[in-house]
RNA sequence: GGAGAGAUGGCCGAGUGGUCGAAGGCGCACCCCUGCUAAGGGUGUAGGGACCAAAAGUUCCUCGAGGGUUCGAAUCCCUCUCUCUCCGCCA
């Protein structure tokens, strides 16, 4: 959610802001809706104040012994005015807040400009590209020589967009997933955490996938409703939802390894060979809760914690800062890493890393105790993925790969596949 | 799944229709007193919103959530959620 009192204040400089994702802010539609909002509040706060004397009244004179009857008719009167003005204010006041909650967050001025990922920019590069003596295969291929990829099977058990791993290549995929939760707590400071996968619509709203993305989500039809994660930054941003923090918590850093579902509503035809672009995947995510003066150098850090699970791995990837265009709803700043994969022959995205400010916190209620106002304001939350386990393994098999088909164990994995060396048929 | 008990401020805990956003205690902060790592005294101590340029001030809302009864609800009624105990079942 955009800071209210911003959106009041300057609705020209949030529109134009807005303008560069290509999201249109209707400044007139909002200046009416406010403008009754604002009336129907002070005629609300007034009656009830006025039913409130009057209420305390009626007290004072039963105390005396005196006939409150004669007081009771405007009594009544001033009940029905409150009810009706309180049923006029909570339809504007909704009508705003479900508004509200459709605007995306403000970008950072170093956000690049652009309409689509083809506008995204380079920021730097890892690695080079192996130079392979062999026609390099795919994963798919690797995968099912291996006998460790079946997609055949995984839609025979659910339809498409499923995978089952199998053998080797299954132990790779838990073996990727050890590595960056060790990584990660060993050498990056965060504490691991084990969470829910259902959800409530009030935590997703919190991190912004809902009201706005509700197609993209699996829900269960359960009472209470609950939906499955689409990411652990779900449940693990929520952790701080209606906290106050002291201020020497911060920052918190957190990091989760957990399936992700995604409907995917919207991309059919997109990746639809392969482990690229599943309705189920792991991730490993992490997330940050900092101070707001800390939450750019955060970005970076964060970025950094993720680059290094594939420089372990010794993937090549490049960084790319997202363009105003491609950048998440409630995103203000965005790295992508991408990997090579000779597969493909191109740099696939393996994680995302954001800066979302503000903006989920204050959805959230998550707030710290600030010592220079000693006052509750927002803390700003980071997430990214350290990183995707599935495109991991992708890029692991096809960098990986050998003419004879087997796939050489990278070295940092070895501790956690038993000491193998190579993957061949299980 | 069955039976029962609960949900109040940072914590504990009082409060069954009126001046209660809420006694008391603890904790915390500041001050006073005290010649000493004690004791005592005082003051303060929730969050959110509105009006206002802002401060001050005024005011509204919040006692798990949502409805209802009433001139007036922490208090009465209904629904839901969560927690705890016992039984059953289960990993």
Known sequence: MLDPKLLRTEPEAVARNLARRGFALDIAFFRTLEERRKACQIEADRLRAARNSHSKAVGAARARGEDIAPLMAHGEAL???VARVDAELAVVQDELDQWQLGLPNLLDAGVPDGRDESANVEVRRSGEPRQFDFEPRDHVAIGAS???LDFDAASRLSGARFAVLRGHVARLH???AQFMLDLHTREHGYTEVYVPYLVSRATLTGTGQLPKFEQDLFAVPHDPELFLIPTAEVPVTNLVRD??????QLPLRYVAHTPCFRSEAGAHGKD?????????FDKVELVQIVRPADSGAALEALTGHAEAVLAALQLPYRVVALCAGDIGFGSAKTYDLEVWLPGQGRYREISSCSNCEAFQARRMQARWRNPATGKPEPVHTLNGSGVAVGRALVAV???YQRADGSVTVPEVLRPYMGGIGQLGRS
């Open 243 to 248: 906290r106050i923090v002291a201020p020497e």
């Open 272 to 280: 639809t060979r392969g482990l690229i672009r599943q309705h189920q």
């Open 79 to 81: 009940a029905a005015d």
């Open 174 to 176: 838990r073996a990727l």
């Open 146 to 148: 291996l006998d460790g």
């Open 397 to 399: 098999l096809e960098n």
